[in-house]
């Protein structure tokens, strides 16, 4: 049984580094590294956890990040600074059709073709032998958001409304459609509960419509952090959302994918 797992935390609380650990459950780990860090990450977690000699089950795949125009990014913040909000709202960015990032990781994880040019096919025909990782929910949210509107930023209701409706329908084709295993990693972000009135962390995505959407779509929940050189996941906290189905309830668990259950002897 497949396991579709969110993980998320501060920078620097081991997401990336801890993906290393799947290379010992004997899992073909494919990593779709839109982090700009993403790389070191998971470099460095290959080194920490002395996984060299099962590196030749991780493919990794970099999507396409096209580079921003400067000048006409400035063109645009001087006609910001004199065009009202309310016209601003009903514009349209002529240079949206430049920002393709999030085509990118979605034709990356159609056609994963890695670093050394070996094709592994759709993560549609993947299965539970493979998992796949996507490092991360910050990148895609923020490609999303700039596929539907470029780069204006007086943003309408019903473009917010895309946009969550784009976001929705990936990570549900991710958590609901493919075979494989995935793991999405993702940074936090603090919000109030409309509920509770009391501030809540969740993991960071494109508005609070989706705050307490989004995590349900997965089977594990994970909130990473750090204190000190100790790195720990939690699926058991005050204020982080988390959630646990293949691992256990508690405030402090290892960073390592082996104690999911699935991969149990």
Same mark, same amino acid.
């Given at each position: 049984? +497949?396991?579709? *797992?969110?993980?998320? !935390?501060? /920078?620097?609380?081991?997401?990336?580094?801890?993906? @290393? &650990?799947?290379?010992?459950?004997?899992?073909?780990?494919?990593?779709?590294?839109?982090?700009?860090?993403?790389?070191?990450?998971?470099?460095?977690?290959?080194?920490?956890?002395?996984?060299?000699?099962?590196?030749?089950?991780?493919?990794?795949?970099?999507?396409?990040?096209?580079?921003?125009?400067?000048?006409?990014?400035?063109?645009?913040?001087?006609?910001?600074?004199?065009?009202?909000?309310?016209?601003?709202?009903?514009?349209?960015?002529?240079?949206?059709?430049?920002?393709?990032?999030?085509?990118?990781?979605?034709?990356?994880?159609?056609?994963?073709?890695?670093?050394?040019?070996?094709?592994?096919?759709?993560?549609?025909?993947?299965?539970? +032998?493979?998992? *796949?990782?996507?490092? !991360?929910? /910050?990148?895609?949210?923020?490609?999303?958001?700039? @596929? &539907?509107?470029?780069?204006?930023?007086?943003?309408?209701?019903?473009?917010?409304?895309?946009?969550?409706?784009?976001?929705?329908?990936?990570?549900?084709?991710?958590?609901?459609?493919?075979?494989?295993?995935?793991?999405?990693?993702?940074?936090?972000?603090?919000?109030?509960?409309?509920?509770?009135?009391?501030?809540?962390?969740?993991?960071?995505?494109?508005?609070?419509?989706?705050?307490?959407?989004?995590?349900?779509?997965?089977?594990?929940?994970?909130?990473?952090?750090?204190?000190?050189?100790?790195?720990?996941?939690?699926?058991?906290?005050?204020?982080?959302?988390?959630?646990?189905?293949?691992?256990?309830?508690?405030?402090?668990?290892?960073?390592?994918?082996?104690?999911?259950?699935?991969?149990?002897?």
């Amino acid at each position: 049984m +497949s396991f579709k *797992a969110l993980v998320y !935390g501060d /920078t620097g609380t081991g997401k990336t580094v801890s993906v @290393a &650990t799947l290379l010992f459950t004997g899992q073909k780990v494919k990593f779709l590294a839109a982090e700009n860090n993403a790389i070191a990450g998971i470099k460095a977690g290959i080194k920490i956890h002395k996984a060299e000699k099962f590196e030749e089950n991780l493919a990794i795949m970099i999507p396409d990040r096209p580079k921003l125009d400067l000048k006409a990014m400035i063109e645009y913040q001087e006609k910001f600074l004199i065009t009202p909000i309310e016209t601003q709202m009903k514009s349209v960015d002529p240079k949206r059709k430049s920002y393709t990032r999030y085509m990118s990781v979605m034709k990356g994880l159609a056609s994963f073709v890695d670093t050394n040019g070996k094709d592994h096919g759709t993560i549609d025909d993947w299965d539970d +032998s493979v998992t *796949a990782v996507i490092d !991360g929910l /910050t990148i895609i949210a923020e490609a999303i958001k700039q @596929a &539907t509107v470029g780069g204006k930023l007086a943003i309408s209701q019903p473009e917010w409304g895309i946009m969550q409706g784009q976001m929705m329908t990936f990570i549900r084709h991710l958590t609901e459609d493919v075979k494989c295993n995935v793991v999405l990693l993702g940074h936090p972000t603090k919000e109030t509960d409309q509920i509770l009135g009391t501030q809540r962390i969740y993991p960071a995505n494109l508005g609070q419509a989706l705050n307490s959407l989004l995590p349900t779509c997965f089977t594990d929940v994970i909130w990473a952090e750090r204190q000190g050189t100790k790195f720990t996941w939690a699926t058991e906290h005050r204020l982080a959302v988390v959630a646990a189905r293949h691992l256990g309830i508690a405030a402090s668990l290892p960073q390592d994918y082996r104690q999911f259950t699935c991969f149990a002897n």
